[in-house]
């Protein structure tokens, strides 16, 4: 028997965990194994009662393994903006990010971060992400070859923007048309690789700009659109300013077609009813992004509203905006926002989001976010004692549950000890044995 089987204490979710005693939201095998081979899980269960003979087997106790963490919105040009001192968005975006992102006119400089940023979200233990690239067609190249060169399962776009930004950040409604459209041509479904329409904002983009963003959608249905939505006060104002005619911020996106269930909208802060109940009606994804939204002071999304009215609730970093690379101290913010709400986001939950449940918002469960046969075998290994304060927490530790509270609130890549990739290990080098028959 060719393959892999991974044996450690397994955990996978099946659905929204609606407590944190919710038992049957998720699978858990203590002595569990996940046989994985040719970049597929072919099954999971019980080590003992599954043991495959012959099949090597990398044994991560006592480690937790879990479905790769997924980040569902994520600029890779600002790595190197990222801490930077800066008040609201629209200073930090002047003032740091759109000079940043002009140095991606050089094909080399996208090509070296485009590979350091794919790196550093592995040593996190992320193995798809939603993805910004800037203007720069060959942003977005050197992206999809570095996600193509590790096998990545990543979303990714050139970002359309025709006005209010620096000369070198902008294109025109027809070359960005022109540049998506053969960026598509290359890339959708070449290998693990979605492509996603994507129009910055609508404060950088012209009603010219957007049009052509409704064109390639209505022309490529199936492909993601994602842009951002109501993060600050301020850019809500020049955005309905720009679009006076419109009435609220998302009336601007719904004019163009551009919301629908693989509409992936940045942050959706500050909705009124109206747009609430729009972003429900069209099953689009408001994107939670904790840590930047604390950075930038942006506001504090309501994760309990948008639920109770079945908006779909996807979970990200916003690097640069945001602080971590970590789907663990993204959550750990999350949950802090949620305390500032009088709401709790309970541990169960929290890691839900950071796999299954972003895996349904980007509407790829059937593909990752899971573990269980069929699913592509990309994979996260946990650490709960990864530094000397969570041993000695861990001590107390009495629950799966409080463990995972404790890795969320104080995890970070540390408790990060190996990441497969479409079934190949690709963080640590871990020792193989081969399994005898039992
Ligand atoms: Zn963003």
Redesign the pocket.
């Known amino acids: 028997m060719t393959g892999t089987v991974l044996r450690g204490r397994v955990l996978t979710f099946l659905a929204e965990p609606q407590g944190p005693d919710d038992a049957g939201s998720y699978r858990y095998w203590e002595d569990g194994a996940v046989f994985i081979n040719e970049g597929k899980i072919v099954s999971v269960g019980d080590y003992h009662v599954h043991n495959i003979a012959g099949a090597s087997v990398i044994d991560h106790h006592p480690h937790l393994i879990l479905p790769g963490l997924i980040d569902a ?3 890779y040009p600002q790595m190197q903006v990222i801490g930077s001192y800066a008040g609201a968005l629209l200073e930090w975006l002047n003032r740091y990010t759109f000079v940043e992102e002009q140095k991606f006119a050089d094909a080399a400089h996208a090509k070296r971060i485009a590979s350091l940023f794919l790196d550093e979200l592995v040593r996190h233990g992320t193995t798809t992400a939603a993805t ?1 690239c800037t203007v720069h067609k060959a942003s977005a190249e050197a992206f999809f070859e570095a996600a193509e060169e590790r096998n990545m399962l990543v979303l990714g776009g050139k970002v359309m923007m025709d006005r209010n930004a620096p000369e070198g950040l902008r294109d025109t409604p027809q070359a960005g048309y022109d540049d998506t459209k053969a960026l598509i041509g290359e890339w959708q479904d070449r290998g693990r690789i979605h492509y996603a329409i994507t129009p910055r904002f609508a404060i950088t983009s012209s009603p010219e700009q957007l049009e052509m963003a409704e064109a390639l959608a209505r022309e490529y249905p199936d492909l993601y659109i994602q842009t ?1 939505l109501s ?1 600050n006060l301020a850019e809500i104002e020049f955005a309905k300013e720009l679009y006076p005619n419109l009435g609220d911020y998302t009336g601007i996106y719904e004019r163009y077609h551009l919301l629908g269930p693989k509409t992936l909208l ?2 959706s802060i500050h909705l009124s009813h109206r747009e609430v109940e729009v972003l429900a009606d069209t099953k689009s994804v408001a994107v939670f ?1 904790p840590t ?1 939204n604390l950075f930038i002071g942006s506001g504090l999304f309501d994760y309990e509203r948008l639920t109770e009215r079945g908006v779909r609730i996807g979970v ?1 970093t ?1 690097v640069g ?1 945001g602080t971590s690379y970590s789907m663990l101290q993204t959550m750990d913010e999350g949950y802090k926002v949620a305390q500032l709400r009088g709401q709790r986001l309970n541990p169960l939950k929290s890691f839900y989001m950071m796999t299954l449940g972003n895996a349904r918002a980007l509407s790829l469960e059937g593909t990752i976010g899971s573990i269980a046969p069929g699913i592509d075998a990309d994979l996260v290994v946990l650490d709960s004692r990864a530094t000397p304060q969570m041993m000695l927490r861990m001590e107390t530790v009495d629950s799966l549950v409080n463990e995972l509270f404790l890795l969320q609130t104080c995890g970070d890549d540390r408790a990060v000890v190996e990441v497969y990739v479409a079934g190949k290990a690709v963080k640590g080098a871990p020792s193989e044995t081969t399994a005898e028959k039992h």
């Open positions: 919105h994520v600029h910004y951002h993060e940045g942050h992004c930047s990200a916003d905006g």
